[in-house]
């Protein structure tokens, strides 16, 4: 035995072999956010060594607290002042023609032994150089969406303050490098969002630092097989033993436990795959509407030298073909189930700032609307809204953005294809655990060359990539493409959307399609000045789409608006018309995206979901989060169980987007003249609706005698007479037609429905009453609001701070812009944070598009 011991010890001093365990070493992460100051590279002679010495002095440099593009941070210093208001941002010079210098001090934990320093870098745009303590540690960090990380241990300062000086060169303008791009979605930014853009970390472990924990699921039957992965790096110059252990956890669920001992090399990086972990009957992660997201935890150790945590679900997305109207498109099961994507394309803030707040707001939004899906068009980097997704059951669909050098590959330097590629493997690597990732786009419009996307493949399957991806999101520059990019992306009549001879229709699977979307008039008058709201002249145009492009301005939604509603006279009367142009038309679209799904469609993503800056054009909430006309017509499309008007066919469709089918439930439909309400048709009929399906439940027939503008009421019971689902409409005995499609982003109206109808209204008086709850720190209204006679139509309950103040924002609301018949009342609850209310009474203000305006306490 004692020869034994003594051969092995020979061998670990002859090979060099120690073991990891690091006993004493500190394991931690902190974000270094304060301490930070920016100022231009022009004029400044010092070098980084001298720069990044502890010390250094920086008077007259711009504090900043990271992260941070240079526009933020000068914005954030009152530098530039009110910049999405008017035209300001004209007056913000170009930021790109210069270098820009962030330089910060922190300090380090005590040394222990065998402790390691890591610095690691979220977000560096567009080109680096990094510095610390007079040394540098990198000449050339190229790639926005490359992540990095440094071993610094030989260049800190242990327990004592550090210095670290960056110098970020700027992207190019006009998409030129592989950086962030918003294309025409707004104007360019004037620092094309250089800077210190995502979060940056001094990390210590020991002998051994892990990296990116995965694991992977495969669902067989009830059963699943997990293979958990993570990546070990050595961080000593000498060869390293370790037992790299971990367990899988969760509430009420059996812990599952795995180790395997592992030996690197100096300096070495090695993958460590475990044996494939059996669990029977486990837990699924569902997407919003059809089940619980439900989490595990998976914990992975090396010894004592490191720790890493990270959520997953178990779940499988899968992808198949199906081919519609000559073109195969790509659908999507999740656990084996086909799901209709419904979602909308996010993008930050235009400085890319966000925050906590916002992030849960934006999700929040999403789900408010009853969608399950968020494209991330090239706006990658967002850690903590990929949390929120898992835990809330948000698709998420990343992938590369169009129309700039991401998609202009074939004249690709050496250095951008290293940089594609580095990107893409963090990226991934960022996204793969995700229970919420569901697909990648390795291109959006065109997909890229042959050779680069064999090398993205290769990339996705050295990581295990799980999911489904596609080649691009258009089928006109790749007809095998499974998604669909044809447009609209103008305002077109909500008859569009059913017509399936249309190339934007309702019809296999779209990447992105949508329309303009002015925001209500109290969102008008944060971004613009009075004179700038009414005549639409250049300013407020100047927030509508990249300046000089097909979209810098909102003309087809306005002609739609003056002549469908009648001629706008006013900013407030042209915003009581726009948010009932939006509701109708966002309605009618994700109406008929999910009368025939699995069938005929399979997933729509509607252009956009937000705005990077108070725009007008393509949302379905603005910038504010004040829930207006698309908001609310998503919402109502989209109810779990939903009954619907096809304005092509007359055909009426009960929609059931839960996994449970439901029978006993009845239909009516009524047609009601204007303005006396004559009640001119009526039919009910029984329904089952089954489960994830639509169905064709009854057909209006051609009328005669209806007035020029008329109402279709449309009700859905269940078996005790509750409503499901109450939804009406407004038309015209002369519809809406189109002529052929005009170019890549139109069809031309050729007639305009008549819907000036409304406007001979007579007034109602609605009543309210408003008491709230309040749980922690947030509130709960409950809204009743009854119409005594007449007809109360597209009545908005808002809760404002203060009487006479703003709406409070972000804020749920149960239901919004109702209408209701003679004698009915309706109850409506709205949700919200009480510091939102920023110290002041909530009032209830009621208004409608024949109800006069009226605020009440809410008590």
């Known amino acids: 035995m004692f020869r034994r011991v003594l051969a092995l010890l020979l061998l670990i001093f002859a090979t060099g072999i120690v073991s990891a365990g690091s006993a004493g070493a500190a394991v931690g992460s902190t974000e270094l956010k304060a301490g930070w100051a920016l100022r231009s590279a022009t004029g400044l002679a010092d070098t980084g060594a001298t720069i990044s010495q502890v010390g250094y002095g920086t008077a007259g440099w711009q504090p900043v607290t990271l992260p941070s593009t240079v526009l933020a941070g000068l914005v954030a210093g009152g530098v530039y002042q009110n910049v999405y208001f008017g035209q300001n941002l004209k007056n913000v010079p170009d930021l790109t023609g210069q270098d820009w210098w962030f330089?910060?001090?922190?300090?380090?934990?005590?040394?222990?032994?065998?402790?390691?320093?890591?610095?690691?870098?979220?977000?560096?745009?567009?080109?680096?150089?990094?510095?610390?303590?007079?040394?540098?540690?990198?000449?050339?960090?190229?790639?926005?969406?490359?992540?990095?990380?440094?071993?610094?241990?030989?260049?800190?300062?242990?327990?004592?303050?550090?210095?670290?000086?960056?110098?970020?060169?700027?992207?190019?303008?006009?998409?030129?490098?592989?950086?962030?791009?918003?294309v025409d979605w707004n104007p360019e930014v004037p620092d094309m969002n250089a800077g210190v853009w995502n979060s940056t970390f001094l990390d210590t472990t020991g002998s051994v630092a892990l990296r990116d924990p995965y694991v992977k699921t495969t669902l067989s039957g009830t059963a699943a097989d997990l293979t958990v992965y993570v990546d070990a790096i050595n961080a000593t110059n000498a060869p390293v033993t370790t037992t790299v252990s971990g367990t899988i956890t969760k509430t009420g669920q059996t812990t599952l436990s795995f180790s395997q001992n592992v030996t690197l090399n100096a300096g070495e990086r090695k993958e460590v795959a475990f044996a494939p972990i059996h669990v029977t009957n486990p837990v699924l992660w569902w997407p919003y509407q059809f089940g619980s997201p439900e989490l595990y935890r998976l914990t992975v150790s090396a010894g004592t030298s490191d720790t890493k945590t990270i959520d997953f679900g178990i779940r499988q997305f899968t992808d198949y073909r199906t081919t519609v109207n000559g073109t195969s498109f790509a659908g999507y099961k999740v656990n084996g189930q086909p799901i209709l994507l419904r979602g909308g394309g996010y993008v930050w803030d235009m400085m890319q700032r966000w925050d906590a707040k916002t992030n849960a707001a934006h999700i929040a939004y999403v789900k408010g609307m009853g969608l399950n899906t968020i494209r991330l068009e090239g706006t990658l980097g967002n850690e903590e809204l990929y949390d929120l997704a898992?835990?809330?059951?948000?698709?998420?669909?990343?992938?590369?953005?169009?129309?700039?050098?991401?998609?202009?590959?074939?004249?690709?330097?050496?250095?951008?294809?290293?940089?594609?590629?580095?990107?893409?493997?963090?990226?991934?690597?960022?996204?793969?655990?995700?229970?919420?990732?569901?697909?990648?786009?390795?291109?959006?419009?065109?997909?890229?060359?042959?050779?680069?996307?064999?090398?993205?493949?290769?990339?996705?399957?050295?990581?295990?990539?799980?999911?489904?991806?596609?080649?691009?999101v258009a089928t006109w520059a790749n007809p095998d493409a499974g998604m669909k990019m044809d447009g609209p992306y103008v305002w077109e009549p909500p008859v569009l959307w059913w017509d399936q001879s249309r190339a934007g229709s309702a019809f296999g699977t779209t990447g992105e399609e949508g329309t303009e979307s002015p925001p209500p008039l109290e969102s008008l008058q944060q971004f613009l000045a009075p004179a700038d709201q009414w005549p639409i002249g250049a300013t407020f145009n100047y927030h509508a789409g990249k300046p000089s492009s097909v979209f810098d301005n909102i003309t087809p939604f306005t002609d739609g608006l003056n002549k469908r509603y009648g001629t706008a006279t006013s900013a407030a009367d042209y915003s009581r018309k726009s948010e009932l142009q939006n509701y109708e038309n966002t309605r009618s679209f994700f109406e008929a995206w999910s009368a025939k799904q699995h069938v005929q469609s399979f997933g729509s993503i509607f252009w956009m979901l937000n705005n990077a800056w108070p725009s007008v054009h393509w949302n379905l909430y603005d910038y504010y989060f004040k829930p207006g006309g698309g908001y609310f017509g998503a919402k109502k499309a989209t109810e779990p169980v939903h009954i619907s008007y096809d304005y092509f066919t007359r055909n009426v469709h009960v929609v059931n987007s839960t996994l449970t089918a439901r029978s006993g439930l009845t239909a009516t439909a009524a047609v009601y003249n204007l303005p006396d309400l004559t009640q001119k048709y009526s039919t009910s009929v029984p329904v089952t609706a089954p489960a994830n399906a639509g169905t064709q439940v009854l057909t209006i027939p051609a009328l005669t005698g209806l007035s020029g503008t008329y109402l279709i009421r449309l009700q859905l019971k269940d078996a005790v007479g509750a409503k499901v689902s109450d939804n009406v409409y407004w038309y015209s005995t002369s519809p809406d037609t189109l002529g052929n499609k005009s170019n890549w982003y139109r069809s031309t109206p050729k007639n305009y429905a008549n819907l000036t109808g409304l406007n001979g209204l007579a007034t109602a008086n609605v009543t309210a009453t408003a008491t709230r709850t309040v749980s922690g720190t947030q509130e709960t209204v409950t809204i009743t609001l009854a119409n005594p006679?007449?007809?109360?139509?597209?009545?908005?309950?808002?809760?404002?701070?203060?009487?006479?103040?703003?709406?409070?924002?972000?804020?749920?609301?149960?239901?919004?812009?109702?209408?209701?018949?003679?004698?009915?009342?309706?109850?409506?609850?709205?949700?919200?944070?009480?510091?939102d209310l920023g110290g002041r009474q909530p009032y209830l203000r009621v208004r409608g598009y024949n109800v006069p305006t009226f605020s009440i306490p809410v008590s």
């Open 390 to 472: 898992d835990r809330n059951g948000i698709m998420i669909m990343p992938g590369y953005v169009c129309c700039s050098a991401w998609e202009n590959d074939s004249g690709w330097t050496a250095e951008q294809e290293q940089v594609a590629q580095k990107s893409l493997e963090s990226q991934m690597r960022a996204l793969r655990h995700h229970a919420a990732t569901f697909m990648w786009n390795y291109g959006s419009d065109q997909p890229p060359t042959t050779a680069h996307l064999a090398a993205y493949k290769n990339i996705a399957a050295a990581l295990h990539w799980q999911n489904p991806t596609l080649d691009n």
């Open 789 to 835: 006679a007449g007809l109360a139509f597209f009545v908005r309950p808002e809760i404002t701070a203060g009487n006479g103040g703003r709406e409070v924002v972000p804020v749920n609301y149960t239901d919004n812009y109702v209408t209701f018949w003679p004698g009915e009342s309706t109850t409506i609850t709205a949700a919200y944070q009480t510091a």
């Open 103 to 182: 330089r910060g001090e922190f300090t380090a934990a005590a040394s222990a032994p065998g402790q390691v320093y890591w610095l690691r870098f979220k977000g560096l745009s567009y080109r680096a150089q990094i510095w610390l303590n007079g040394v540098q540690l990198d000449a050339n960090a190229v790639g926005t969406f490359v992540n990095r990380d440094y071993n610094v241990t030989s260049t800190i300062n242990p327990g004592a303050a550090n210095a670290l000086a960056i110098k970020v060169t700027p992207p190019a303008h006009d998409c030129k490098d592989l950086s962030t791009c918003t």
